[in-house]
């Protein structure tokens, strides 16, 4: 038997079944939810670093973008408003097409 104690997604238990196993779930209430989410882009961002290849960089990027549309819907935002306040930083900020590295910065 595997201890995993960690959020998982939706089609996992199925998935165990179809494997044989058996899992053992419960629902998490909304702070819990919000610090597993936490946890898992934090896990992400460490597979996204640790990727060798082309496709395994796609393919943990696009679990972070599931994870931030979660987070996103967590903190009552749609898309589109994340999206504004993104193009609002962008605008105050800029972007980051430049590859400008800041070494230094003298009074």
Do not use: C, W
Not at 57 to 64: D, K, S, V
């Amino acid at each position: 038997m595997a201890y995993y104690n960690k959020l998982v997604r939706d089609n996992i238990p199925e998935l165990l079944e179809l494997a044989g196993k058996k899992g053992t779930f419960r629902i998490l209430g909304d702070k819990e939810f919000e610090s597993e989410l936490k946890k898992k882009l934090a896990e992400g961002v460490k597979e996204y670093r640790e990727a060798v290849s082309e496709s395994d960089a796609a393919e943990e990027l696009a679990g972070l973008f599931e994870i931030l549309i979660s987070l996103t819907k967590v903190h009552h935002l749609t898309l589109r408003e994340l999206d504004e306040i993104r193009q609002e930083k962008a605008r105050k900020h800029g972007r980051f097409h430049e590859r400008l590295f800041l070494i230094k910065v003298e009074d």
